[in-house]
């Protein structure tokens, strides 16, 4: 008798330092199983087609749309969702510059566009304007909040190059 | 009711005027700010709508059968059976009216025809999609042009018009068309624009006793609280509506939509809380959009550069019924933007079998400005102008329809810095050479009518903690209402803004402020409601704080969140521990001042573009835009930044890059993918986008404030199109201005 996919194996997933152990069909998508799984409910699912970003989570340390990741793929490689980036005390200096410069308005497309400026940042260390905005063009922002995000990342990187305001 | 002297404009503020960060922004950087598509209660099962796939007719049969067998389907309502809510009818827009939220009649491809529940979002679309469908269907109109053909089928008791011709008017046309010494005259139209914010509609829905709790992604949880309630013949205190974070409105989630009653009246027939949201199909399908319209702009002026008449024909799509028509088109705005004395616009809304076309920043006026601004500079392009001379000489005294005066108008300050700020020089088009990639520039103007009042209540409150909490009864969707209402109360009690907590987006514990966060109104509305309270509470504060120092009023001060006595000798009290003294907290609410007769409040900007044109390809890019808008006041010019950007890049998309490809025959949208449905990216970034205030006082709130969420969008337009003009010396008269369009516009080779 074939499988059917309601049959649902445990299944170790490496998110945020933790292994956790989810029982679900290897064809549900990364984001299914971290907002609805893990109860991780910063990456947004908006599109569903791979096309907004507002699901980036880092696999190993490479940005990737958890829409568009099966469960099944992720393997023993470890997650990073936005939850992990601030600590108690602080957040992350991307986190800061986002604060400080305004770099969101409704705040949905923000926790994938974190996640994507710091899987770009990982994939090929600093960056100006103009690799920075190849890296992360994949993710949108309906608001129109690209320019305080891009002085905000660049902010981050070390580098000078603010855009003009 | 208090009166509050105006703020001083002379003279800059303590905390009102400077670039506080977001106060949400913290729980919006670490993904803690819950939207209501994070909610799922315990018990939770999820909805999807079963939609229409034609654009007109009624469905015969709805076979349900290959879909109940999908496993984890609960329940499948069909058109035939859908269980009625008390009035089987919602209440929506302007006036009251009614319509069945699923029913076997269909007018426009995604119309709700049923619904099915299960216990996974997936386990529902899977069996949405089983269900087979048979239809008797009509001969649909799916545009303009079709529904105005004599031969067109009728959508209309009255045809295709709803509500006959509007026309707006002022002077005398032909004693306008008499003085006019050049005169242009031209047709444009502009295309469909989906919102498309990334948060899809939808809502999570349970009762419990009878009482009705719905997370919503809405932009007004008190007017979604109160038509829920009339809907399901509750009083409004059976009905809560959370929405402490929206992921983007931008127009579309003003009104209550068919999913807000199908989710509630699943979830009381089932018992159990029920999530419906829409897919990101469905959010270009049926979640509504902007109105495409199409127009004929003729006007004149004096060789001078005066304006003389201004006479237009205007037709919008109103989609399939007069429910939402007055969101298909519009003329005032542009009327008012220019001092012309002699104005005419006859507006036509057609029915069409179409989604109905809901507000979208700017309605009506963003379609209206991107056109005629273009045909403004068509005239001074006639009269061998520059754009920027030709706009001073026409600066507007009154507003020409109720002939009142504006309570500030900043059009000529917008102008003079915005001009400054970008260097404007201008040139007429040069004649192209072969390929190449040119430059140009170009500039547009906006008017805005603003609200001058509307009734509205705020409260504050001091807890023992000495913390301060504004409650505003209104939805942030990311204008930073969250912000600016606690930097007016910071400002008006005169304490530090980091003592302030600002709650709003839950009807159970916010007063009633606004009822929808729309028409760029809600710092002018609330704001003085916020001043008003903030006010109260001072005094509050300081009749207790004397009582509780056994002083009079007159001997104690404030310093700080402390009432001190007046004799130096240290003796004072907190406000945490005045808060402590009256059961824990102490609140005072404020209400809205009336505002003062005789004037008439707009907002007004100027945006001044370069663009660069690739004559081999047709490809348009932005390089440098400046915005400069006359907000009255900006509260806070770092989130005003945010509203300009945004509003910039929504106006440059419906510009250059949003179109709506409908299948002319079957009503199907074609591009109905965030991939495939262009809305600006990154690569799309001018290198600049700069805001420039060029606010002058207005008189008509105590705070000197109006809105600025809107004009940026509407300004937008028109300044590219002319910067385009300006680069390859011919015009393009439909929006979006695709590559096709200026390749077709160089090979025409007309205009110059």
């Given at each position: 008798?074939?499988?059917?996919?309601?049959?649902?194996?445990?299944?170790?997933?490496?998110?945020?330092?933790?292994?956790?152990?989810?029982?679900?069909?290897?064809?549900?998508?990364?984001?299914?199983?971290?907002?609805?799984?893990?109860?991780?409910?910063?990456?947004?699912?908006?599109?569903?087609?791979?096309?907004?970003?507002?699901?980036?989570?880092?696999?190993?340390?490479?940005?990737?749309?958890?829409?568009?990741?099966?469960?099944?793929?992720?393997?023993?490689?470890?997650?990073?969702?936005?939850?992990a980036?601030?600590?108690?005390?602080?957040?992350?200096?991307?986190?800061?510059?986002f604060?400080?410069?305004?770099?969101?308005?409704?705040?949905?497309?923000?926790?994938?566009?974190?996640?994507?400026?710091?899987?770009?940042?990982?994939?090929?260390?600093?960056?100006?304007?103009?690799?920075?905005?190849?890296?992360?063009?994949?993710?949108?922002?309906?608001?129109?909040?690209?320019?305080?995000?891009?002085?905000?990342?660049?902010?981050?990187?070390?580098?000078?190059?603010?855009?003009?305001r | 009711?208090?009166?509050?002297?105006?703020?001083?404009?002379?003279?800059?503020?303590?905390?009102?005027?400077?670039?506080?960060?977001?106060?949400?922004?913290?729980?919006?950087?670490?993904?803690?700010?819950?939207?209501?598509?994070?909610?799922?209660?315990?018990?939770?099962?999820?909805?999807?709508?079963?939609?229409?796939?034609?654009?007109?007719?009624?469905?015969?049969?709805?076979d349900?059968?290959?879909?109940?067998?999908?496993?984890?389907?609960?329940?499948?309502?069909?058109?035939?059976?859908?269980?009625?809510?008390?009035?089987?009818?919602?209440?929506?827009?302007?006036?009251?009216?009614?319509?069945?939220?699923?029913?076997?009649?269909?007018?426009?491809?995604?119309?709700?025809?049923?619904?099915?529940?299960?216990?996974?979002?997936?386990?529902?679309?899977?069996?949405?999609?089983?269900?087979?469908?048979?239809?008797?269907?009509?001969?649909?109109?799916?545009?303009?042009?079709?529904?105005?053909?004599?031969?067109?089928?009728?959508?209309?008791?009255?045809?295709?018009?709803v509500?006959?011709?509007?026309?707006?008017?002022?002077?005398?046309?032909?004693?306008?068309?008499?003085?006019?010494?050049?005169?242009?005259?031209?047709?444009?139209?502009?295309?469909?624009?989906?919102?498309?914010?990334?948060?899809?509609?939808?809502?999570?829905?349970?009762?419990?006793?009878?009482?009705?709790?719905?997370?919503?992604?809405?932009?007004g949880?008190?007017?979604?609280?109160?038509?829920?309630?009339?809907?399901?013949?509750?009083?409004?205190?059976?009905?809560?509506?959370?929405?402490?974070?929206?992921?983007?409105?931008?127009?579309?989630?003003?009104?209550?939509?068919?999913?807000?009653?199908?989710?509630?009246?699943?979830?009381?027939?089932?018992?159990?809380?029920?999530?419906?949201?829409?897919?990101?199909?469905?959010?270009?399908?049926?979640?509504?959009?902007?109105?495409?319209?199409?127009?004929?702009?003729?006007?004149?002026?004096?060789?001078?550069?005066?304006?003389?008449?201004i006479?237009?024909?205007?037709?919008?799509?109103?989609?399939?019924?007069?429910?939402?028509?007055?969101?298909?088109?519009?003329?005032?705005?542009?009327l008012?933007?220019?001092?012309?004395?002699?104005?005419?616009?006859?507006?036509?809304?057609?029915?069409?079998?179409t989604?109905p076309?809901?507000?979208?920043?700017?309605?009506?006026?963003?379609?209206?400005i991107?056109c005629?601004?273009?045909?403004?500079?068509?005239?001074?392009h006639?009269?061998?102008m520059?754009?920027?001379?030709?706009?001073?000489?026409?600066?507007?005294?009154?507003?020409?329809?109720?002939?009142?005066?504006?309570?500030?108008?900043?059009?000529?300050?917008?102008?003079?810095?915005?001009?400054?700020?970008?260097?404007?020089?201008?040139?007429?088009?040069?004649?192209?050479?072969?390929?190449?990639?040119?430059?140009?520039?170009?500039?547009?103007?906006?008017?805005?009518?603003?609200?001058?009042?509307?009734?509205?209540?705020?409260?504050?409150?001091?807890?023992?903690?000495?913390?301060?909490?504004?409650?505003?009864?209104?939805?942030?969707?990311g204008?930073?209402?969250?912000?600016?209402?606690?930097?007016?109360?910071?400002?008006?009690?005169?304490?530090?803004?980091?003592?302030?907590?600002?709650?709003?987006?839950?009807?159970?514990?916010?007063?009633?402020?606004?009822?929808?966060?729309?028409?760029?109104?809600?710092?002018?509305?609330?704001?003085?409601?916020v001043?008003?309270?903030?006010?109260?509470?001072?005094?509050?504060?300081l009749?207790?704080?004397?009582?509780?120092?056994?002083?009079?009023?007159?001997?104690?001060?404030?310093?700080?969140?402390?009432?001190?006595?007046?004799?130096?000798?240290?003796?004072?009290?907190?406000?945490?521990?005045?808060?402590?003294?009256?059961?824990?907290?102490?609140?005072?609410?404020?209400?809205r001042?009336?505002?003062?007769?005789?004037?008439?409040?707009?907002?007004?900007?100027?945006?001044f573009?370069?663009?660069?044109?690739?004559?081999?390809?047709?490809?348009?890019?932005?390089?440098?835009?400046?915005?400069?808008?006359?907000?009255?006041?900006?509260?806070?010019?770092?989130?005003?930044?945010?509203?300009?950007?945004?509003?910039?890049?929504?106006?440059?998309?419906?510009?250059?890059?949003?179109?709506?490809?409908?299948?002319?025959?079957?009503?199907?949208?074609?591009?109905?993918?965030?991939?495939?449905?262009?809305?600006?990216?990154?690569?799309?970034?001018?290198?600049?986008?700069?805001?420039?205030?060029?606010?002058?006082?207005?008189?008509?709130?105590?705070?000197?404030?109006?809105?600025?969420?809107?004009?940026?969008?509407?300004?937008?337009?028109?300044?590219?199109?002319?910067?385009?003009?300006?680069?390859?010396?011919?015009?393009?008269?439909?929006?979006?201005?695709?590559?096709?369009?200026?390749?077709?516009?160089?090979?025409?080779g007309?205009?110059?």
């Open positions: 008798m074939s499988k059917s996919p309601w049959q649902r194996e445990p299944r170790a997933l490496r998110v945020n330092g933790r292994v956790h152990t989810v029982g679900i069909p290897d064809d549900t998508t990364l984001a299914t199983v971290l907002r609805d799984g893990l109860g991780l409910k910063g990456l947004k699912v908006a599109c569903n087609q791979a096309a907004c970003g507002a699901c980036t989570v880092l696999l190993d340390d490479r940005a990737v749309f958890a829409c568009h990741v099966l469960a099944g793929q992720v393997g023993n490689r470890s997650v990073t969702t936005v939850e980036l601030a600590t108690d005390d602080a957040l992350h200096p991307l986190q800061t510059a604060v400080d410069h305004d770099a969101l308005q409704c705040g949905f497309c923000t926790p994938g566009m974190l996640m994507a400026i710091i899987g770009a940042r990982n994939a090929q260390g600093t960056m100006d304007r103009e690799q920075l905005v190849r890296a992360i063009g994949g993710n949108l922002c309906r608001c129109g909040a690209y320019p305080h995000i891009i002085d905000a990342a660049l902010s981050v990187m070390g580098g000078t190059g603010n855009t003009e | 009711m208090t009166h509050l002297d105006p703020w001083p404009s002379d003279r800059a503020l303590r905390v009102v005027g400077h670039r506080a960060v977001r106060a949400s922004a913290a729980a919006k950087v670490t993904g803690r700010a819950r939207f209501a598509s994070d909610i799922a209660p315990a018990g939770m099962l999820h909805a999807v709508l079963v939609r229409a796939e034609v654009p007109r007719g009624r469905v015969l049969r709805f349900a059968s290959r879909a109940m067998m999908v496993p984890g389907v609960v329940l499948i309502v069909d058109p035939f059976d859908f269980p009625a809510a008390p009035g089987t009818a919602y209440k929506s827009g302007p006036a009251f009216r009614t319509r069945p939220v699923i029913d076997a009649e269909v007018r426009f491809v995604g119309e709700e025809i049923g619904a099915v529940v299960a216990h996974t979002e997936a386990a529902a679309r899977d069996a949405a999609r089983r269900v087979h469908v048979d239809y008797a269907t009509e001969p649909a109109v799916l545009t303009l042009q079709d529904a105005l053909a004599p031969d067109a089928p009728r959508l209309g008791a009255d045809g295709n018009i509500g006959g011709v509007d026309i707006l008017a002022c002077g005398d046309l032909d004693a306008g068309i008499a003085a006019a010494e050049v005169t242009v005259e031209a047709h444009y139209t502009t295309d469909a624009q989906h919102h498309n914010a990334l948060e899809p509609h939808g809502c999570v829905a349970a009762w419990e006793d009878g009482a009705l709790t719905v997370w919503d992604s809405n932009q949880c008190h007017a979604i609280r109160e038509r829920l309630a009339v809907v399901f013949g509750l009083p409004d205190e059976r009905v809560r509506v959370v929405s402490d974070y929206v992921g983007g409105g931008f127009g579309s989630k003003i009104h209550l939509k068919p999913y807000h009653v199908i989710a509630a009246q699943l979830a009381r027939t089932l018992d159990r809380p029920v999530r419906l949201f829409m897919d990101r199909r469905e959010e270009f399908i049926a979640s509504h959009q902007r109105a495409p319209t199409r127009r004929r702009i003729r006007l004149g002026a004096t060789r001078a550069g005066h304006l003389t008449f006479d237009q024909t205007v037709e919008g799509q109103a989609g399939p019924s007069d429910l939402f028509a007055r969101n298909a088109a519009g003329a005032a705005n542009g008012r933007l220019h001092g012309c004395a002699h104005l005419r616009a006859a507006v036509r809304r057609v029915l069409t079998n989604p076309p809901i507000p979208f920043r700017g309605p009506t006026a963003a379609e209206d991107f005629l601004e273009q045909a403004v500079d068509e005239l001074v006639a009269l061998a520059d754009p920027l001379a030709f706009r001073r000489r026409n600066i507007a005294t009154i507003e020409p329809f109720a002939r009142l005066p504006y309570a500030g108008n900043g059009l000529q300050a917008c102008y003079e810095r915005g001009a400054a700020s970008f260097g404007w020089q201008w040139q007429p088009p040069r004649p192209l050479g072969g390929r190449d990639v040119v430059r140009g520039v170009g500039m547009g103007a906006v008017a805005y009518d603003g609200t001058l009042y509307e009734e509205s209540r705020a409260e504050i409150a001091v807890h023992t903690s000495g913390r301060i909490e504004v409650r505003v009864g209104l939805t942030e969707i204008c930073g209402a969250d912000t600016i209402f606690a930097q007016i109360a910071a400002e008006e009690l005169d304490v530090p803004l980091r003592l302030i907590d600002t709650h709003f987006g839950d009807t159970r514990s916010t007063p009633r402020s606004i009822d929808s966060t729309n028409h760029s109104r809600t710092t002018t509305v609330v704001g003085p409601a001043r008003a309270a903030a006010q109260a509470l001072r005094r509050l504060l009749e207790q704080g004397a009582r509780l120092l056994q002083a009079e009023t007159d001997q104690v001060v404030q310093c700080g969140a402390a009432i001190v006595q007046r004799d130096n000798s240290g003796v004072a009290i907190t406000f945490g521990e005045i808060a402590a003294t009256a059961g824990g907290v102490l609140t005072a609410s404020g209400e001042e009336r505002p003062p007769d005789g004037v008439f409040q707009a907002m007004f900007g100027a945006h573009v370069e663009v660069e044109v690739d004559t081999g390809t047709g490809r348009v890019r932005v390089l440098r835009a400046v915005c400069a808008h006359d907000a009255g006041r900006v509260v806070n010019p770092l989130l005003a930044e945010s509203q300009v950007h945004g509003g910039f890049l929504q106006g440059m998309g419906m510009a250059l890059l949003e179109e709506r490809l409908m299948d002319p025959t079957s009503g199907h949208l074609l591009n109905a993918t965030m991939w495939a449905y262009r809305t600006p990216g990154f690569a799309d970034l001018p290198s600049s986008i700069r805001f420039v205030d060029g606010s002058v006082p207005d008189r008509s709130n105590s705070l000197g404030v109006k809105g600025l969420g809107e004009p940026p969008l509407i300004a937008a337009g028109a300044a590219i199109a002319n910067a385009i003009f300006n680069a390859i010396g011919v015009r393009v008269r439909d929006y979006p201005i695709t590559p096709d369009k200026v390749l077709a516009a160089l090979a025409g007309r205009g110059l």
